[in-house]
Antibody, heavy 124, light 107 residues
């Protein structure tokens, strides 16, 4: 059974940093790209970032580019999202999601498994 | 990047058919995917590549495509289908794009 377990959410200060983690199990982790997707309160889903299966091929939404960094540790089946220069508009539940292929491309960039999410609140 | 447009809400009575549309200029050239999200739960993939259904998804969920509009059809709607539904596509960047979401109310 595929499981994705996020952690690291909580209260962050504007301008501050948080690091989200996602532990994966139940599938061959190195064979799949991974993504982070968020949902702000009262809003819809927003893709945040993706990373290829070997840790290359990273992509970011314009709203987080230059502030967030995605990475992965294939040995420990972990994905991370380093969030710097936090803003109030980053407040959301962040989901770790499994991509259906090694790389996110225009034909395969969709998500067949999701974690339960971790809530990030940015407020002073 | 481009936009996907969904109606904010759709209402249907139990047993009827619900149709949720998603419109976007790039849809004739890209596949569309559909997700269901219930309150407090993770999204679930319902439809991939416009019309394909993952294993475990009930047959009452189906997808279709015509020009710049794709449609998620839920036949014989049940109370448990009350949820938010999101369409998604991806451009050549690749940048996954989600529609704004449609809240399905089962009255």
């Amino acid at each position: 059974e595929v499981q994705l377990l996020e952690s690291g959410g909580g209260l962050g200060q504007p301008g501050g940093s948080l690091r989200l983690s996602c532990r994966a199990s139940g599938f061959t982790f190195i064979d799949y790209a991974m993504s982070w997707v968020r949902r702000a309160p009262g809003k819809g889903l927003e893709w945040v970032s993706s990373i290829g299966s070997y840790g290359d091929n990273t992509h970011y939404a314009d709203s987080v580019k230059g502030r967030f960094t995605i990475s992965r540790d294939n040995s420990n089946k972990m994905v991370y999202l380093q969030m710097n220069s936090l803003r109030a508009e980053d407040t959301a539940t962040y989901y770790c999601a499994k991509v259906v292929s090694r790389y996110c491309n225009s034909m395969t960039c969709y998500f067949d498994q999701w974690g339960q999410g971790t809530l990030v609140t940015v407020s002073s | 990047s481009y936009e996907l447009t969904q109606p904010p809400s759709v209402s249907v009575s139990p047993g009827q058919t619900a149709r949720i549309t998603c419109s976007g200029d790039a849809l004739p050239k890209q596949y569309t995917y559909w997700y269901q999200q219930k309150p407090g739960q993770a999204p679930v993939l319902l439809i991939y590549k416009d019309t394909e259904r993952p294993s475990g998804i009930p047959e009452r969920f189906s997808g279709s495509s015509s020009g710049t509009t794709v449609t998620l059809t839920i036949s014989g709607v049940q109370a448990e289908d009350e949820a938010d539904y999101f369409c998604q596509s991806a451009d050549s960047s690749p940048t996954p794009v989600f529609g704004g979401g449609t809240n399905l109310a089962v009255l």
